[in-house]
């Protein structure tokens, strides 16, 4: 947990250096919000195409129908990743894509579809991390209970098996899940997010099925022989008392082990922990901590915003000295330092990428260009942060930029707007934002500065 505030400095050759010469830089998108073509090709219904299609659970009716059109401009895609001069690319696969029920059957069309993309990636000297699961769950299995029933969690482990196979000897890092749990609280307790349950004792469940379901999938990938570097992808926060007042404080402490700590201590020590402030814990059967604690090759850590806790009728306010994004969440970049330094310290971690960070601005195309200063401040002072924490020790190996071009941004839809890359939907034209432009000189900077500079 971390309390107080540091301001932030702009990022200088030393930060630069700090990031170390084999620092890989990348970008982010997942499937169901970039790919569209969600009936081409025999891709089968997801939760979130049913999700989509219930009135008023998506901002203005919007779904990832068509979304970037990414499944039949991937290649345009792909260069345009290419032009922002970045090392490596983070996607996800569309299990309805390759097996349309989550079980039986594999989808020989979607299985080419990454097929092709990762050989694209790798034609163009893109490093290709691909993640199994962002939230797109078959709805085949939902019906049959989703994450809600142990079952799903062994097809999940058939579907990483088969595509561990299909692609392992080409990818450069495989995560299970991204962050479970938003695809557990925001699904199943909240409701904000497919398959939109409010069932507190449920998501708890969920949660722990999602993570049985990363153990059973790196136990069945290993046993099969797949060897890329295995991992997961985590959100996680920087906690912030509102004051020193101990109901604060241990809101603080709940609110931590909620959101970082009710994934990482399986992972990392075999156990959820323990707080009086937390009311639901999954039934857990004997073995499932064994399988869940395997060893990771690499630690993926999603960071966007801070966790302000407060205790208090009506709650205190946090200051967002810095500001905010369009999305509302304060922007605190040293949160992620902190968060850095403190999960380091708390568990032998494996390497650490940061897989996602990012911002959300209300951009508007103005003779060609996107002025999106914001953002540019925003990615300065969290890469800032990153090389503090290198510093400190943390061995911190990449940062992916969320997202490469706008998409469809769940229950907001289409109205938020995280890219480098500008999409205008209504004639798919992308257009590179000043973000864009100023990532690409940062990584020719740090470039140059490592190479210059690495004994200095
Ligand atoms: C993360 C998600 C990603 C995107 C960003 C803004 O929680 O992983 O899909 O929606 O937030």
């Known amino acids: 947990m971390t309390n107080g505030y540091k301001t932030q400095i702009g990022l200088e050759t030393p930060a630069l250096r700090a990031l170390g010469s084999g620092f890989a830089w990348g970008t982010a998108t997942s499937a169901y919000q970039i790919e569209g073509a969600t009936l081409e090709d025999g891709r089968g219904d997801s939760i979130w195409d049913a999700f989509a299609r219930q009135d008023g659970k998506v901002l203005n009716g919007d779904s990832g129908r068509h979304a970037c059109d990414h499944y039949n401009r991937w290649e345009e895609d792909l260069g345009l990743i290419k032009s922002l001069g970045v090392d490596a690319y983070r996607f996800s696969i569309a299990w309805p894509r390759v097996q349309p029920l989550g079980l039986g059957a594999l989808n020989q069309k979607g299985l080419d579809f990454y097929d092709r993309l990762v050989d694209g990636m790798l034609a163009r000297g893109l490093q290709p991390h691909a993640t199994l699961y962002h939230w797109d769950l078959p709805q085949h299995l939902q019906e049959k209970g989703g994450w809600g029933v142990r079952e799903t969690a062994e097809h999940f482990a058939v579907y990483a098996e088969a595509m561990g196979h299909l ?52 136990k069945a990938m290993r046993a099969a022989g797949v060897r890329v570097p295995m991992g997961i992808v985590l959100n996680q926060s920087s906690v912030s008392a509102a004051s020193d007042s101990p109901a604060d404080i241990a809101k603080a402490r709940t609110e931590y ?8 201590d399986p992972i990392f020590r075999g156990e959820y922990p323990q707080d009086p402030g937390i009311a639901h814990y999954p039934v857990v059967q004997s073995g499932d ?23 208090s009728k009506p709650e205190t306010p946090a200051p967002k000295l810095l500001g905010e994004s369009d999305m509302g969440w304060e922007i605190y970049p040293d949160g992620l330092r902190a968060l850095l330094i403190d999960i380091n310290s708390e568990y032998a971690l494996p390497p650490i990428y940061i897989t996602e960070n990012g911002m959300a601005c209300a951009d508007v195309v103005q003779d060609g260009s996107v002025h999106d200063q914001q953002r540019i401040d925003y990615v300065r002072m969290h890469l800032a942060s990153v090389a503090k924490a290198r510093e400190a020790g943390v061995d911190v190996r990449g940062y992916f930029y969320w ?54």
């Open 167 to 218: 692609l392992g000897d080409r990818l450069t890092s495989l995560a299970t899940h991204n962050e479970p749990w938003c695809a557990a609280t925001l699904g199943h307790a909240t409701g904000k997010f497919a398959p939109g349950f409010k069932d507190p004792q449920l998501a708890a469940q969920v949660s722990h099925h999602l993570l049985l379901s990363h153990g059973l999938a790196l």
């Open 289 to 311: 901590m064994e399988l869940i604690q395997a060893p990771l090759d690499f630690l993926g850590v999603n960071y966007y915003t801070r966790i302000w806790a407060s205790a």
């Open 403 to 456: 997202s490469l071009m706008d998409n469809f941004e769940w229950e907001a839809g289409y109205s938020k707007r995280f890219g480098l890359i500008h999409v205008n939907y209504e004639n798919q034209k992308r257009t590179l934002k000043d973000s864009a432009h100023w990532y690409r000189n940062t990584i020719a900077k740090h470039k140059e500065a490592t190479r210059s500079g690495e004994h200095a």
């Open 257 to 264: 082990c909620s959101f970082v700590r009710w994934y990482m």
